[in-house]
Nanobody, 115 residues
Framework: QVQLVESGGGLVQPGGSLRLSCAASGIVISVNDMGWYRQAPGKQREWVAAITSGGYTTYADSMKGRFTIFRDNAKNTVYLQMNSLKAEDTAVYYC?????????WGQGTQVTVSS
């Protein structure tokens, strides 16, 4: 059974930082493409960042320079380091694991950026 468990969300002031974690079980993250998505209230889910099985990283334009996706293969965990957070980054953040056959989602973690 595949499980993706996100953690690390919370309330942070504008300009602050958070690090989200996605701990995987039932799959090996290093052979899957891993991604982070987010969904704000009343909006569609949007892609944030991804790291391929080969380690190549990509980011949505609004996150470039502020967010960093990386993984720890030994811990089978993917991270999203978020810096210079803005109010518009407020959303539920979801972890995704995908390969040629399946796509898996975590339950999400809430990030709220507010003063």
């Amino acid at each position: 059974q595949v499980q993706l468990v996100e953690s690390g969300g919370g309330l942070v002031q504008p300009g602050g930082s958070l690090r989200l974690s996605c701990a995987a079980s039932g799959i090996v993250i290093s052979v899957n493409d891993m991604g982070w998505y987010r969904q704000a209230p009343g909006k569609q889910r949007e892609w944030v960042a991804a790291i391929t099985s080969g380690g190549y990283t990509t980011y949505a334009d609004s996150m470039k320079g502020r967010f960093t996706i990386f993984r720890d293969n030994a811990k089978n965990t993917v991270y999203l380091q978020m810096n210079s957070l803005k109010a518009e980054d407020t959303a539920v953040y979801y972890c995704n694991a995908a390969n040629s056959i399946n796509s898996y989602w975590g339950q999400g973690t809430q990030v709220t950026v507010s003063s």
